[in-house]
């Protein structure tokens, strides 16, 4: 599947407000850790990975053109991230997915806590969750 073109002034350095040093470090550092909780969250089951490498584009737009071109040309996750950023949303299976794993994810947190606000607190972020999966994230069909 071919990369999509990203346009000349996508990757144009002129097109970006100038950044003294510090903040454009600032910026880098806050989206290569945001790969790095992507990677985590690739290995680690009930963990996302797809939105910190969502936040890692959006920091490296602000400092690294070469950074976030990399992270848009991941194998597996660089199609999603630039799905996203295109606003064409999520694969209907993908929610499925990100909503099956947030249940059953939730649910052992809920039966093994034993604290009453860490259970509310839990479950109110679950809810949270899945109201933004469910009805702020465009669905787009699959197209397998």
Known sequence: MPTPSLGPSFYDSQSQP????????????????????????????????????????????????????????????????????????????????ALLTMAVCGGISLYTLSTLWVRLLVLGLLLVGACVVSFAVPTRRDTN
């Open 18 to 97: 100038k950044l003294s040093p510090l903040s454009r470090g600032v910026w880098i550092a806050l989206g290569l850790l945001g790969c790095g909780l992507g990677g985590v969250g690739i290995v680690v089951p009930g963990m996302p990975a797809t939105v910190f490498f969502i936040f890692a584009a959006f920091c490296f737009s602000r400092s690294s053109p070469r950074l976030l071109h990399w992270v848009l040309n991941l194998p597996r996750v660089g199609p999603l991230v630039r799905d996203y950023r295109a606003g064409l949303g999520m694969p209907k299976s993908a929610k499925i997915g």
